[in-house]
């Protein structure tokens, strides 16, 4: 069964500082990997998706990585600002369920101080 | 606006009343997701359709909870005698199929969610 973490729970870091958000995943017959934003009582947005035979992707100030074989993928955001304060959350595809569920961890709370 | 979906934005009901909730997709996107997150918790996946048909459903999908998307296009979440445990939001996504078709392929795009509080 496909489990999704992701350390830290929550983060504070102070503006302009480059930081890294971590997501394991148990089972590496991952199809795809998205990495999405969430805002206080709001939807999802995505921000990046990572398929499997990928290592990177990248967004403006946003890097998502992926290591299938070490069950890692890391999202780096640069030069850090305020508005960047949200939960973020990953989320897997299974290789063998590809129409299906996406598995997700349960998020990183970000929080950038001016 | 050509994103997904949803109403009501939220809902606040009474332990025991029935509460629907809907969802109108992408038009293009044939494959509807339900998902339902608890505070402080990723969403967790509840029940999908491709077109008209529901392909997977959840074990957390009990059987006081169904879901519809009839003629393939919006989709419809109901949930009888409510219960305070189902407080959560209720996000919907949509993907289209085959994957290769946006070229994102395979992403879900999720709607604002509906927040039910029950009473």
């Known amino acids: 069964k496909q489990e999704v973490t992701q350390i830290p729970a929550a983060l504070s870091v102070p503006e302009g500082e480059n930081l890294v958000l971590n997501c394991s995943f148990t089972d590496s017959a991952i199809y795809n990997l998205q990495w999405f934003r969430q805002d206080p009582g709001k939807g999802l947005t995505s921000l990046l998706l990572?398929?499997?035979?990928?290592r990177e992707q990248t967004s403006g100030r946003l890097n998502a990585s992926l290591d299938k074989s070490s069950g890692r993928s890391t999202l780096y955001i640069a030069a850090s600002q305020p508005g960047d304060s949200a939960t973020y959350l990953c989320a897997v595809l299974s290789f063998y369920n590809q129409g299906g569920k996406l598995i997700f961890g349960q998020g990183t709370e970000l929080s950038v101080k001016p | 606006d050509t994103g997904v979906s949803q109403n009501p934005r939220h809902k606040i009901t009474k332990r025991g009343q029935n509460v629907t909730f809907r969802c109108d997709p992408i038009?293009?996107?044939?494959?509807l997701y339900w998902y339902r997150q608890t505070l402080g918790q990723g969403p967790e996946f509840l029940t999908y359709?491709?077109?008209?048909?529901?392909?997977?459903k959840s074990r957390l999908l009990s059987d006081r909870f169904s879901a519809e998307r009839p003629k393939g296009s919006f989709s419809t979440l109901e949930i009888q005698r409510t219960e305070q445990g189902d407080s959560a939001m209720y996000l919907c996504?949509?993907?289209?199929?085959?994957?290769?078709?946006?070229?994102?392929?395979?992403?879900?795009?999720f709607g604002p969610g509906t927040r039910l509080t029950v009473l």
């Open positions: 996504a949509s993907r289209a199929n085959p994957p290769g078709g946006p070229k994102r392929g395979n992403e879900q795009f």
């Open positions: 359709f491709q077109n008209e048909a529901q392909l997977e």
């Open positions: 990572i398929q499997s035979s990928q």
């Open positions: 038009s293009e996107h044939n494959r």
